[in-house]
């Protein structure tokens, strides 16, 4: 069975700084493929990032970056110069398996303060 | 505009009365699946399909029924509503290329349906 953990429920972060949300995996695959998905309140599940497992190279989009940790199995989301715009819910999730199934964490909550 | 449409998107309804909340996407993809959102517990699986006439449980399907009769279009079932499965419903589609090598890609979701079963 494939596990997502997300051990931050809550999290807040000044405008324009940086913010580091957790998650940690466990899977017996060998092909998957890992995911962060912004919330917004208007409850649109918004892909932010992907990351292949069998690549080496952390995932990067503007602002979005990872730190993928295959060994450790740990998948952080680095949010850079933080905007009011990226108050919302994070979920983690992973994809394995020929059923493409998506896994997802509990979430974090994070909150962008002026 | 590439899209998966949910509908209806907000429902009340009452314990033991048959509902169905459709699902299409426009983009020819194969694969289609429903989850449901709790407070606490993130996204669950209820049902997938990887194409027409296939169709699987996922990790809560108790309660629940789908049908894929057209590549488009996966409908969510409940036959008998209980309180538990007021919920937050999302539908969502990708392209799956599978063979030798299954390929995955992103599920583009639906805007949601917020059920409530009194």
């Known amino acids: 069975a494939q596990t997502v953990t997300q051990s931050q429920p809550e999290m807040s972060v000044q405008e324009a700084e940086t913010v580091t949300l957790s998650c940690t995996y466990d899977t017996s695959e060998s092909n998957y493929y890992l995911f962060w998905y912004k919330q917004p309140p208007s409850r649109q599940m918004i892909l932010v990032i992907r990351q292949e497992a069998y690549k080496q190279q952390n995932a990067t989009e503007n602002r979005f970056s990872v730190n993928f940790q295959k060994a450790a199995k740990s998948f952080s989301l680095k949010i850079s110069d933080s905007q009011l715009g990226d108050t919302a819910m994070y979920f983690c999730?992973?994809?394995?398996?020929?059923?493409?199934?998506?896994?997802f964490g509990t979430g974090t909550r994070l909150q962008v303060t002026l | 505009e590439a899209q998966v449409t949910q509908n209806p998107r907000y429902l009340i309804t009452v314990t033991g009365k048959k509902l169905t909340v459709t699902c299409s996407q426009n983009?020819?993809?194969?694969?289609m699946s429903w989850y449901r959102q709790d407070p606490g517990l993130g996204l669950r699986q209820i049902y997938y399909?990887?194409?027409?006439?296939?169709?699987d449980k996922g990790d809560v399907p108790e309660g629940y029924k789908v049908s894929r009769k057209e590549k488009r279009n996966f409908p969510l079932i409940l036959e008998s509503p209980s309180p538990n499965q007021t919920s937050l419903y999302f539908c969502a589609s990708s392209f799956r290329a599978s063979g030798s090598v299954v390929i995955h890609n992103e599920q583009f979701f639906g805007p949601g349906t917020r059920l409530t079963v009194l």
């Open positions: 399909s990887m194409n027409v006439e296939v169709t």
């Open positions: 999730a992973s994809l394995t398996g020929t059923a493409s199934k998506l896994t």
């Open positions: 983009m020819n993809h194969e694969y």
